[in-house]
Nanobody, 125 residues
């Protein structure tokens, strides 16, 4: 069982940056691939990025390449998502998820069995 708690969301002006964090419980953090998803108002949940625990391999959604950066600190059981040059369309609830290390990494939420509560990111114009 893995419990995930996100932090770092908030209200930010367009052009600003945020670093979201997701702290995981348990002692086998590197056994899990970690992913970030987001759900904007009125839209379906969308994959943002994922990072494998076994080798640190990273995958991004096409829409996330360039401004988003995922990383993890296995010693601290934490995964991060940095978002630069925030845009109003980045407004969403951002959730982290954990699943088995996958080859290749999965973009589908169904591949991740553990989810955090989410953290709200609101970008004002």
């Amino acid at each position: 069982q893995v419990q995930l708690v996100e932090s770092g969301g908030g209200l930010v002006q367009a052009g600003g940056s945020l670093r979201l964090a997701c702290a995981a419980s348990g002692r086998t953090f590197n056994n899990y691939a970690m992913a970030w998803f987001r759900q904007a108002p009125g839209k379906e949940r969308a994959f943002v990025a994922a990072i494998r625990g076994s080798d640190g391999y990273i995958a991004y959604a096409d829409s996330a390449k360039g401004r988003f950066s995922i990383s993890r600190d296995n010693a601290k059981n934490t995964v991060f998502l940095r978002i630069n040059s925030l845009k109003p369309e980045d407004t969403a609830v951002y959730s982290c998820a954990a699943g088995p290390n996958q080859y290749p990494l999965r973009y589908n939420g169904a591949a991740y069995g553990f989810w955090g509560q989410g953290t709200q990111v609101t970008v004002s114009s």
